[in-house]
Nanobody, 115 residues
């Protein structure tokens, strides 16, 4: 069984920064893709950023120039550095990983951007 655990969410003022972390554990041989999605109240879950071992990174338009995804392969951990946060970034952020041809999700971490 694979488990993903997110951390790093919280309350931040507009223009502030947060760094999210997601650690994968369990029956893992290799992680091809790790990424972040988010879901705001009343909206569907959307892609934020992904990092692929072979093809690199991909970002949603809303995340470009503000967010940076990175990965520590030795720790099976993915990070999302979020800068210049806006109220529209408020959402539950979910970690996702492709492992052995299957997709796994974390429980999510709340990010709230407000004055």
């Amino acid at each position: 069984q694979v488990q993903l655990v997110e951390s790093g969410g919280g309350l931040v003022q507009p223009g502030g920064s947060l760094r999210l972390s997601c650690a994968a554990s369990g029956s893992i041989l290799r992680i091809n893709v790790m990424g972040w999605f988010r879901q705001a109240p009343g909206k569907e879950r959307e892609l934020v950023a992904t990092v692929n071992s072979f093809v690199g990174t991909r970002y949603a338009d809303s995340a470009k120039a503000r967010f940076t995804i990175s990965r520590d392969n030795a720790k099976n951990t993915v990070y999302l550095q979020m800068n210049a946060l806006k109220p529209d970034d408020t959402a539950v952020y979910y970690c996702n990983a492709q492992i052995g041809g299957s997709y796994y999700w974390g429980q999510g971490t709340q990010v709230t951007v407000s004055s």
